[in-house]
């Protein structure tokens, strides 16, 4: 029998828990035979902004890049300017950063696992995810006063330290995140429906993984040990024993196992980080001979100039974001604000793996491993 | 119609007939009472036919306000804080909105949640012409407010008002799902007092 080939438009407004996106999709039947990305849709000129903002301007403009994540984001900006600029950084700041880039990693990926299965059609573990998150958060808002766009990692340093009982509260939230972890995997790990939506579904090899450019827990879903963390260490990572997790089979459902995995490792991280958390400045003042602000409640607290002037050049900076290496690549001319700005983003280029993931699936498999690559649409349009 | 039912077809309305029990509502049948409603009933069926424009509208705002249901039409980081609003922390089936739909056919509230860029304005404007009457849209954010950070930006439009007419706007980036649920009482309060009626005073 002959058939037709039908163009289907999945989006823009929301094709799935994930953002405004539109897949173009060659049909046969129920089959994808071709699957094209369109993008754009939640294009903000965020590079652009970055030439026009000054260096400390530009910070609030990544917490909105990748809006579950925002804390890494901040750090990935920072980072890349401290390298660029030669501004050292206090270890508590650097623990506190740490600490804080981990309670986030674990809030993107159970929102992530939540919104995975949302869109599967069971909807108790995003229930359950956002219960973990809305505690989180209230972490986060009493580190620095905002619940999702925190602004709160600065060159030089952190914006404030920990306020009082701020430890106490985080061993708490941890105790539970494993209680409810356990429930997690109970609920989802063995469900058969589960099994038979993600097992086999979206494959791709490791060779092909690195072609795409894949990175994070969807590059560690094909059984390749790429690690940011462990690769290229930043920050206080080498002094910390853990493990990047890895699956070999590379479907949708190693991809879910890795997050979970992660949540576990990253809980690991948190308690080492917390142990041995030092005492000691949170912001560096040796380099620009800045003197603790008068009046100021802790003797610690200092300021951090507003508006400074790096050498001209240029820098390449990365990180492992929970969805995988983020990069910023700054140059500058000398001035007070950047001369050009690049982001390499994770979600960007995960995305355009999703074509090669369910050529010869059908629709519902393609919701399946769009959900499990974990993407945001801020972070891929910029 | 037979004598002693409700004549349907409009005729002259005399307010000064209507009578209205000032308590506070308790119930959705107190609530119904407070509109003055039954009263009424009561009174136009003793005097054959008095329609009031005014109790019809009010019944019918109670009805639309009771049960908003929003469209999906999160756009960026505020969609997030949307998708909080309706977990089960800060709940807002409380307000009988707790079906968020798909479609924009079966949906009467736009929640335009994150920044509106150029290239998906006209999508917005679609969407909101393709909801039923009546509709109502309420701008989450800076961005759909009025650009907000993004307001330099080429690519990005400057509230999402230049293309669709917005009831209530949030401030805020991204503005705190507490927000969000001021935003919907704010909105009820509105609807409470749309109408034919509502042109002649005889909502209050």
């Known amino acids: 029998m002959e058939t037709d080939e039908l163009i289907l438009n999945m989006g823009p407004v929301h094709p799935s828990t994930h953002g405004v996106l539109r897949f173009r999709l060659r049909m046969d039947g129920e089959i994808i035979k071709n699957c094209e990305i369109v993008m754009g849709y939640l294009h903000r000129g965020t590079e652009k902004l970055g030439e026009m903002k000054t260096y400390l301007q530009f910070i609030p403009y990544t917490d909105r890049l990748d809006y579950i994540s925002a804390m890494p984001n901040n750090y990935a900006y920072v980072k890349a300017v401290e390298e660029l600029a030669g501004i050292e950084v206090p270890q508590r700041a650097e623990y506190i950063r740490v600490m804080i880039m981990e309670l986030n990693r674990i809030v993107n990926h159970i929102v992530s696992i939540g919104s995975l299965l949302m869109d599967l059609g069971a909807a108790t573990m995003i229930m359950w995810g956002f219960r973990e998150r809305e505690t989180a958060l209230q972490l986060f808002e009493q580190l620095c006063g905002a619940r999702m766009t925190f602004n709160y990692i600065k060159p030089g340093g952190v914006r404030e330290d920990l306020p009082e009982g701020f430890i106490p509260k985080l061993r708490e939230w941890m105790k539970d995140m494993e209680k409810r972890l356990v429930d997690y995997e109970q609920l989802i790990n063995d469900n058969e429906i589960f099994h038979m939506r993600m097992k086999d579904i979206g494959t791709i ?96 607290m200092t300021y951090f100039p507003r508006i400074f002037t790096p050498h001209a050049g240029e820098v390449y900076s990365r990180i492992e974001a929970p969805k995988g290496e983020l990069g910023f690549y700054i140059v500058s001319d000398g001035t007070t604000k950047p001369y050009r700005v690049k982001i390499r983003s994770p979600s960007f280029c995960n995305l355009t793996a999703i074509p090669k993931m369910v050529q010869g699936l059908r629709i519902p498999d393609l919701i399946a491993a769009f959900g499990t690559i974990d993407v945001v649409l801020g972070d891929v349009d910029r | 119609m037979e004598k002693g039912g409700i004549r349907l077809d ?170 969000f649920l001021y935003a919907v009482i704010q909105l009820r309060e509105k609807i409470k007092n749309e109408g034919y009626g509502a042109k002649w005073g005889l909502n209050k």
């Open chain 1, 205 to 300: 090899s490791a060779q092909e993984a690195i072609n795409y450019g894949l990175t994070g827990p969807s590059l560690r879903g094909s059984g390749v040990d790429y690690d940011m963390r462990k690769i290229e260490p930043y920050s206080i990572y080498p002094d910390i024993d853990f493990k990047a997790c890895t699956r070999p089979e590379g479907d949708s459902y190693a991809r879910y196992i890795v997050r979970i995995d992660e949540i576990k490792e990253s809980l690991q991280i948190l308690r080492q980080v917390i142990d041995s958390m030092p005492e000691g400045k949170i912001v560096s003042n040796a380099k620009y001979g800045i003197a603790p602000m008068t009046g100021s409640p802790s003797s610690v």
């Open chain 2, 10 to 179: 409009p005729v002259t309305i005399d307010t000064t007939k209507i009578k209205t029990i000032k308590r506070r509502p308790v119930t959705a049948i107190d609530k119904l009472e407070d509109t003055g409603m039954i009263s009424t009933i009561l009174a136009a069926r003793e005097r054959e036919g008095l329609i009031l424009f005014s109790t019809i509208d009010q019944v019918f705002n109670w009805a639309r306000l009771s049960s908003l249901w929003p469209v999906t039409s999160g756009l960026a980081c505020c969609a997030i804080e949307m998708m909080a609003t309706a977990m089960a922390h800060h709940d807002i089936a409380r307000f009988g909105m707790e079906i968020f739909r798909a479609s924009p056919r079966q949906a009467d509230l736009m929640f335009v949640a994150g920044t509106v860029t150029k290239r998906m304005a006209p999508r917005v404007k679609k969407l909101y012409e393709m909801m039923a009457e009546p509709k109502w849209v309420i701008a989450v954010g800076a961005c759909a407010s009025t650009g907000g950070p993004y307001h330099e930006s080429y690519s990005v439009l400057k509230g999402v008002d230049n293309i669709i007419p917005v009831d209530v706007y949030v401030p805020g980036c991204p503005p705190r799902p507490e927000a």
